[in-house]
């Protein structure tokens, strides 16, 4: 889906891609720029060992070759995305983003699924999590609520924000927030006790925000805790207390991505926040959690590491990922973002798809279209020909890739790659079946595991 949006919004790409069929893994960086009604063309290729990636800092080759590109043709106004090929392994955790240090452009990492919904509107209201184990650097609820507070109060619609914290720091949080007059509301639930039979997780964290979540709607959930990365493993998490009535355990508790996915789509969140606290026991480990997230979400996915950002991002940040942003959109290299490009390009009002885009190549939608099984209607959004019509495409790559891994010609990572294209085509028919209400078997041509 990630290719699909690129060639839909016309974006500047840089695509990466791990080969680890190699005895020593590498890395391929191309950028890729995509104009409306062409093909996408490739500016440049180049290829790193996998190991130049484990380093604090990226390659400055990689540096290098992206600036040179980006001052002979991206515009002022550009955005440089950043799209992780699956399968990418520990590419999730390197930080992309520290390109805008050289760039002065924003760096913003695309997602591999569809937009689903519109930012909310009306009222928002956000859960914040705030929590660490005692074994980990302690991270002051009272400091963290006013900055969280401070940061939306720039928001100009009604905010009313929820902060779960340690039993023992709620009474803090409350009297810290009323000496001072918010332009929002906010409230800070009484810890209701742990559930007995844990009716919705294990994790005592993720029962609460489930529980309350069943009278208040919650559109966005904050994490502000520490990452942690198993030496042992290599699986990251977000780490907080062992519960919130044991402020000062010793004892942690552990979200991975899956459960924290789950968390958001239980409760049906819009979008989630991962902010990383000064001291944070592993900023990788919250990182690949935030990446494993949000290029699996239709909504945005934030993570503000406050080493690196500035006073104002969170707030700039917000604003961003719920489509409101009246600023221009600045570089900011402690800001992580998967956002869905319509977000960003269409400033402060959510973006319908565009409605010319149908007619990039006009003498191919109507056979397209009758290639993926669909009946054309002459109401249908221009999306849908897009889509189809990009299906249709890969269909031809497919075809190509599955004679190679039929004539045993394709090593483990093109078959790989046939399977995901395989998959994706799959659900694009799927999708637009359901929107037409058609059970036609298309073209899927699919290959057998």
Not at 354 to 376: C, N, Q, S, Y
Request: proline residues 6%.
């Amino acid at each position: 889906m990630a290719l699909f949006l690129a060639r839909y919004w016309s974006l500047g790409v840089l695509r990466v891609h791990l080969d680890d069929s190699k005895l020593i893994p590498e890395v391929i960086c191309r950028v890729i720029v995509n104009r409306e009604g062409q093909a996408e063309s490739e500016v440049w290729r180049e290829i790193f060992k996998l190991e130049e990636f484990t380093q604090p800092s990226l390659p400055a080759r990689l540096i290098d070759r992206v600036r040179s590109w980006c001052d002979s043709d991206a515009q002022e106004e550009s955005v440089l995305w950043v799209h992780l090929v699956k399968p990418y392994g520990e590419l999730g955790a390197v930080p992309w983003e520290h390109l805008q240090n050289t760039l002065k452009i924003p760096v913003l990492r695309l997602p591999d699924v569809l937009p689903k919904e519109p930012p909310p509107e009306g009222r928002l209201d956000i859960a914040c999590c705030i929590s660490a184990p005692a074994v980990k650097e302690s991270i002051d609820p009272v400091q963290w609520a006013l900055a969280v507070s401070t940061a939306l109060e720039a928001m100009y619609r009604e905010v009313n924000i929820h902060f779960f914290v340690h039993e023992d720091a709620q009474e803090n949080v409350r009297d810290a927030l009323s000496g001072k007059s918010w332009p929002h509301t906010w409230h800070v639930p009484q810890w209701p006790g742990e559930s007995q039979d844990h009716i919705f997780d294990s994790n005592p964290w993720i029962d609460w925000l489930t529980r309350a979540s069943k009278t208040q709607n919650f559109d966005l959930i904050h994490f502000v805790c520490h990452g942690f990365r198993s030496q042992r493993t290599g699986r990251s998490m977000l780490s907080l207390a062992g519960s919130p009535a044991e402020g000062g355990d010793s004892h942690a508790s552990h979200l991975n991505s899956t459960k924290t996915l789950r968390l958001l789509d239980t409760v049906g969140a819009y979008g989630a926040v991962f902010s990383s606290p000064q001291g944070n026991y592993s900023v990788e480990g919250m990182r690949m959690v935030a990446d494993a997230v949000g290029v699996r979400r239709s909504g945005p996915v934030m993570m503000h590491d406050t080493n690196l950002a500035t006073d104002y991002a969170l707030g700039l940040g917000y604003e961003l990922i719920l489509g409101k942003h009246e600023r221009p959109l600045e570089p900011n290299s402690g800001l992580l973002f998967y956002v869905q490009p319509e977000i960003v390009l269409q400033g402060n009002s959510y973006a319908p798809p565009r409605e010319d885009l149908g007619a990039a190549f006009p003498e191919r939608e109507e056979a397209t279209i009758r290639a993926a099984g669909i009946e054309k209607n002459e109401t249908d959004p221009a999306w849908e020909a897009v889509l189809a019509r990009f299906a249709n495409e890969k269909q031809f790559e497919l075809d190509q890739l599955m004679k190679m891994v039929s004539s045993k010609n394709a090593d483990s990572n093109r078959s790989a790659y046939a399977r995901g294209i395989e998959s994706a085509l799959s659900d694009i028919r799927e999708l637009l079946k359901e929107r037409h209400g058609n059970a036609g078997s298309g073209n899927n041509n699919l290959m057998s595991e």
